[in-house]
């Protein structure tokens, strides 16, 4: 193995261990819906929230880095360049994570001062890592950045179209993250670049980074040719900066800007997960019409799960929602939750998950990787995320219903529609399928850490007509 493929496992290893550290803030933050005195004066809901979003972007960007580190000298033929950078940088990005994490759930919050700013809190949410933190993040993603940029470089003749890709993503990868940094006192201009930091950083230069690692696994698991994901990942970074920055129009509903965003931005928010669908769409019907069979069918399968879970999940559930004249009413319940929980789980946690199960074919030598303890693991999982994703759309819908149409949006609406039974039972079915989830967990690590049984190889040329 390359010295970056055993960087790209320590990754792995940081990354599903942030996972299950989410899913445990994620069962607690949904137990204080059910009884709020929970903690009473000793950790509030806000906190346990913020590790909850937080742990989760940080745990998939680590997916990312690890994937990337994974493939990149695989496509290239070559170490990565400056790999010794790589490696300090991943026990600086640890270090850095756990005394954030020490910091808010022991600290929680100070005045609001630049101390506070530097050293506990930053107040914005989904970037609220204090000052130092956020510098330390830009070094990191700095030296990654570099390490690819300067691999493809001298790669030379060997530099393919999805590297150009991901070497041209690095920019923005890099540079919309600075919006965390501005502290601007007009809350309709602090909002309105930091939705540039959501939605063009989290969602669509994601969107362009998870393309180019499926496009990976693709050709790895079922052999696809390069000709159809090189192609589908020209169409997916077209669609990012056409739909992707016209999309962000989906975010200005309630900040102060012209009336014309809200047609605009319902529209086109909901075209950036076409691509991806279509990429895995087409690698399964060639690999069918050339009758090839996958020799890791763990991967396989959350392929399959990432690619319609991001189109249903980011695609449908989020055109649902982004309408003007659904999101008068949807804004800011828990069918916002819904939409954001099945998109982020099926366009970056499945995608992630099929690496992990590359990572261990290829760690464990067996030819062929199947089993049964995956299938569970891919069950659980899905089946807990579709359950909380219905419960959570059960109790927005009722929100929408009784605390806005009904209601007129007013403290007391919003406290009826709180006790309103359709809500109680959303907020108790994401508790029962959250913890279905944390199962499926346990199974995934257990499974990813266990050796798997020796399977008789499948034949994976294209089999001969018949006479």
Known sequence: MYRSQKLALRYFTAAVTLFGVMIVFGLLSALYYLAPSTLFNVFNFNTAKIMHIDTLVIWLLMGFMGAVYWYLPKELGREVEGIWLGELMFWVFCVAVAIVAAVFIV?????????????????????????????????????????????CIKAGSRMTGVMWVLVLDMIPLLVVYLDAFPVDTNMSRDLYWWWWLVHMWVESTWEVLIGCIMALVLMDVMGTSRRIVEAWLYIEVMLVLGAGILGLGHHYFWIGTPQYWLGIGGFFSALEPLPLLGMVVHAIYDAGMHRMKTRNKPAFYWITAEAFGNFIGAGIWGFMMTLPQINLFSHGTQWTVSHGHFAFYGAYVCGVIAVLYVAKQQTSGVDMLAGRAWKWGFGLLNLGMVGMVMGLLLAGMAQAFFGRAIGGSTLMAFTTASENPWFQSGMWARMFFGAIFAAGYGVLVYDLLTAPRREPALQTQALPEPA
């Open 107 to 151: 600290v929680q919050y100070g005045p609001a001062n630049d101390t506070t700013l530097w050293l506990i809190n930053q107040g914005r949410k989904y970037v609220e890592a204090p000052r130092w933190a956020a510098i330390g993040i830009v070094a990191i993603m700095g030296v990654f950045a570099y390490n690819v940029a300067a691999t």
